[in-house]
C-alpha cells in the first residue's frame, strides 16, 4: 500500500515525462532533417545561353543605331563656325556619347557572341543553386563585361540622343530655354528611375561604379597575372585614349571651329 501523496507524484512524473518525450521526439527529427537537407542544385546551361542571346539583341540595335549617327553631317544646318559656344560644346558631347555608345556596344556585342561560342565547349556546366551563381562562377568576365557595356552604351546613347535633340530643335536658343528643360528634365527623369532600379538589380555590387571596378580588376588580372598580351594592349591603348581625350576637352588649342569633332 502507498501513500496517496506518493501516488499523486508518480503519475504526475510519469506524465511529464512522456509529455517531453512527445514533445522532443518531432523537434529532434526536425534538426535531423534540417542538416542533412541542402540546397537543391540544377543545370543552368540553356539559361546562361538565352541570356547572352537575349542581351546581344538590343546591344546589336544601338550599335547600329549608333553607327548611323557617327556619320551625322546635318546637326541643324550651318557650319561649326555659325554656331553659338553652346551649340559647338554640345555638338562635341554628342559626338563623344554617340562615339562611347558605339564601342560599348560594340563590346557587348562580340563578348556575348563570344560567350555563347564559349558554350559549345561545355559538354555541360556544374549544377548550381541559380544561374546567376553560374554567370559569376564560370563566366564572370563576360557577364560583368556584358552588362556594364550594354547599360553603359545605352546610357550613352540616351545622352547623345538628348544632345542632338537640342541641336536639331534649336533648344539652346534663349528663346526656348523652357522647352530646353522639358526635353532635360523628362530624359533626367527616365534615366535616374532606370538607374536607380539597375542598381538594385545588380546583386553583386551596390552601383553600375562598383560593377566597373570588378571589371578593371579582372582584366587587370587577366593581362599581368594571366599573361594575356593583347589584353595588356587594350589596357595601354585605353589609358592612352583617356590621356588623350583630357588634353582634347580641355587642353586644346584655339583653331578652325569646323575642324572640332570632339
Request: net charge positive; with cysteine; glycine share 6%.
Amino acid at each position: 500500500f502507498k501513500p496517496a501523496h506518493t501516488v499523486l507524484a508518480s503519475n504526475t512524473f510519469g506524465k511529464l515525462l512522456a509529455l517531453k518525450n512527445k514533445t522532443s521526439q518531432p523537434i529532434a527529427a526536425a534538426l535531423r532533417g534540417g542538416a542533412s537537407s541542402s540546397v537543391v542544385l540544377h543545370d543552368y546551361s540553356g539559361v546562361v545561353a538565352e541570356y547572352f542571346s537575349s542581351i546581344r539583341t538590343p546591344a546589336s540595335l544601338i550599335l547600329g543605331a549608333s553607327i548611323g549617327a557617327l556619320f551625322a553631317t546635318d546637326l541643324s544646318g550651318g557650319t561649326m563656325r555659325e554656331k553659338s559656344k553652346s551649340e559647338r560644346l554640345c555638338t562635341r558631347f554628342y559626338n563623344t556619347c554617340v562615339l562611347f555608345s558605339f564601342l560599348l556596344s560594340l563590346c557587348t556585342t562580340v563578348t556575348a557572341t563570344a560567350a555563347g561560342v564559349t558554350l559549345l565547349h561545355h559538354s555541360g556546366l556544374a549544377k548550381a543553386e541559380s544561374a546567376y551563381a553560374v554567370l559569376m562562377r564560370d563566366f564572370e568576365y563576360e557577364f560583368i563585361t556584358v552588362r556594364l557595356s550594354y547599360l553603359s552604351s545605352l546610357l550613352c546613347f540616351v545622352i547623345g540622343i538628348t544632345s542632338r535633340i537640342m541641336l536639331e530643335y534649336k533648344l539652346l536658343d534663349k528663346r526656348r530655354r523652357d522647352e530646353a528643360y522639358v526635353v532635360c528634365f523628362s530624359i533626367g527623369a527616365v534615366v535616374a528611375h532606370l538607374w536607380s532600379y539597375i542598381n538594385s538589380t545588380l546583386h553583386s555590387s551596390q552601383s553600375l561604379f562598383g560593377l566597373f571596378v570588378s571589371l578593371i580588376q579582372i582584366i587587370v588580372r587577366r593581362g599581368f597575372h594571366e599573361h594575356k598580351p593583347f589584353q595588356v594592349v587594350s589596357i595601354a591603348s585605353s589609358t592612352l585614349a583617356a590621356i588623350f581625350l583630357t588634353k582634347v576637352v580641355f587642353f586644346k588649342k584655339k583653331g578652325n571651329p569646323d575642324d572640332v569633332i570632339l
